[in-house]
Protein backbone atom coordinates (compact mmCIF):
# COMPACT_ATOMS: atom_id res chain seq x y z
CA UNK A 1 0.00 0.00 0.00
CA UNK A 2 1.49 3.31 -0.70
CA UNK A 3 1.40 6.64 1.50
CA UNK A 4 -1.87 9.06 0.93
CA UNK A 5 -2.71 12.61 2.56
CA UNK A 6 -6.28 13.03 2.31
CA UNK A 7 -7.50 16.21 4.06
CA UNK A 8 -10.37 16.59 6.42
CA UNK A 9 -12.32 19.16 7.99
CA UNK A 10 -14.55 19.30 11.36
CA UNK A 11 -16.96 22.06 10.83
CA UNK A 12 -19.77 20.66 11.78
CA UNK A 13 -18.95 17.46 13.20
CA UNK A 14 -18.44 16.85 16.53
CA UNK A 15 -15.41 15.16 18.52
CA UNK A 16 -16.38 11.96 18.48
CA UNK A 17 -18.05 11.79 14.91
CA UNK A 18 -14.83 13.85 13.26
CA UNK A 19 -12.74 10.54 14.88
CA UNK A 20 -15.10 7.84 13.37
CA UNK A 21 -15.08 9.74 9.93
CA UNK A 22 -10.79 9.48 10.25
CA UNK A 23 -11.34 5.75 11.42
CA UNK A 24 -13.56 4.40 8.80
CA UNK A 25 -10.94 6.28 6.55
CA UNK A 26 -8.39 4.24 7.64
CA UNK A 27 -6.33 7.43 8.52
CA UNK A 28 -3.42 6.12 10.94
CA UNK A 29 -1.87 9.65 11.83
CA UNK A 30 -3.70 13.57 11.59
CA UNK A 31 -0.90 16.54 10.59
CA UNK A 32 -2.43 19.49 12.14
CA UNK A 33 -1.44 22.70 9.70
CA UNK A 34 -3.45 25.57 11.48
CA UNK A 35 -0.56 28.02 12.67
CA UNK A 36 -2.10 28.53 15.54
CA UNK A 37 -4.30 25.29 17.07
CA UNK A 38 -6.94 26.94 18.57
CA UNK A 39 -10.57 26.15 18.31
CA UNK A 40 -13.64 27.21 20.08
CA UNK A 41 -15.12 24.11 19.47
CA UNK A 42 -15.00 22.07 22.04
CA UNK A 43 -11.90 19.28 21.69
CA UNK A 44 -10.61 20.54 18.62
CA UNK A 45 -7.74 22.87 20.31
CA UNK A 46 -4.33 20.94 20.03
CA UNK A 47 -4.00 19.45 23.24
CA UNK A 48 -7.55 17.96 23.51
CA UNK A 49 -7.31 16.58 20.10
CA UNK A 50 -3.88 15.23 20.39
CA UNK A 51 -5.08 13.39 23.60
CA UNK A 52 -8.62 12.04 21.76
CA UNK A 53 -6.60 11.10 18.72
CA UNK A 54 -4.29 9.26 20.78
CA UNK A 55 -6.90 7.33 22.39
CA UNK A 56 -8.37 6.27 19.24
CA UNK A 57 -5.36 5.27 18.13
CA UNK A 58 -4.35 7.62 15.37
CA UNK A 59 -0.86 9.65 15.50
CA UNK A 60 -1.31 13.65 15.73
CA UNK A 61 1.56 15.62 14.63
CA UNK A 62 1.13 19.25 14.05
CA UNK A 63 3.06 21.03 11.16
CA UNK A 64 2.26 24.34 10.76
CA UNK A 65 4.82 24.96 7.80
CA UNK A 66 2.56 22.15 5.73
CA UNK A 67 -0.44 24.62 6.10
CA UNK A 68 -1.34 27.74 3.54
CA UNK A 69 0.60 30.79 4.29
CA UNK A 70 -1.90 33.77 5.94
CA UNK A 71 -0.98 35.83 2.82
CA UNK A 72 -2.10 33.29 0.59
CA UNK A 73 -5.16 32.68 2.33
CA UNK A 74 -6.13 35.78 2.31
CA UNK A 75 -5.85 36.09 -1.14
CA UNK A 76 -8.08 32.77 -1.53
CA UNK A 77 -10.86 34.07 0.38
CA UNK A 78 -11.27 36.88 -2.03
CA UNK A 79 -10.63 34.38 -4.82
CA UNK A 80 -13.64 31.31 -6.05
CA UNK A 81 -13.26 27.92 -4.97
CA UNK A 82 -11.20 25.77 -7.69
CA UNK A 83 -8.52 25.72 -9.69
CA UNK A 84 -7.16 29.53 -8.44
CA UNK A 85 -7.11 27.26 -4.80
CA UNK A 86 -4.39 24.77 -6.25
CA UNK A 87 -2.66 27.46 -8.09
CA UNK A 88 -1.96 29.57 -5.74
CA UNK A 89 -1.29 27.01 -2.86
CA UNK A 90 0.02 24.08 -3.76
CA UNK A 91 3.53 25.43 -5.69
CA UNK A 92 4.21 26.68 -1.74
CA UNK A 93 3.24 23.88 -0.09
CA UNK A 94 5.24 21.66 -2.12
CA UNK A 95 8.34 23.24 -1.49
CA UNK A 96 7.67 23.70 2.23
CA UNK A 97 7.01 20.09 2.67
CA UNK A 98 10.55 19.32 1.03
CA UNK A 99 12.37 21.67 3.76
Not at 5 to 33: H, M, P, W
Not at 44 to 65: E, N, Q, V
Request: charged share 20%.
Amino acid sequence: MTDQIFTFGYEGLSLKAFIARLKSAGIQTIIDVRANPLSRKPGFSKRALSSALHDAGIDYDHRPAMGCPKPIAIAIGAMAIGRPIRAAFWPTSKARMKR
